[in-house]
């Protein structure tokens, strides 16, 4: 892989540590005013922004736009799964285990040579 390949990727990655932390970070405090939260999940959402939309313009001139939504929906998934342990103190079930694996089994079709 290529650095132009790489790029993105990671720039998508830590994108959606910011995104993870500004949807799902507060509920760990919910003791603070809706109102406050809204306006830190905005401040913590400016740097996801920031990296996001970079990494999805240069990372269309190697992938596809379906293939940037596919690998922002399994990057997402990836760190909400550890988000949500480590930070949240949740629990994920098989059953999230098998839905998370359709998706990725939905992904790999998306990045496989077309079927004729």
Partial sequence: MTTAHLTPIV??????????????????????????????SWGIALFEYCLAVPANRWGSTVYSTAELKTMQE?????????????????RLTI?????????CLGAFFVFKAPIE
């Fill in 11 to 40: 720039m998508l990655l830590a994108s959606n540590v910011f995104m993870t932390f500004a949807w799902y970070g507060h509920l760990k405090h919910t003791a603070s005013p809706l109102w406050i939260v809204i306006l830190a």
């Fill in 95 to 103: 059953n999230h285990g098998i839905g998370f694996a359709l998706i």
């Fill in 74 to 90: 399994v990057i997402t998934l990836c760190v909400f799964a550890v988000f949500s342990i480590w930070f949240l103190g949740e």
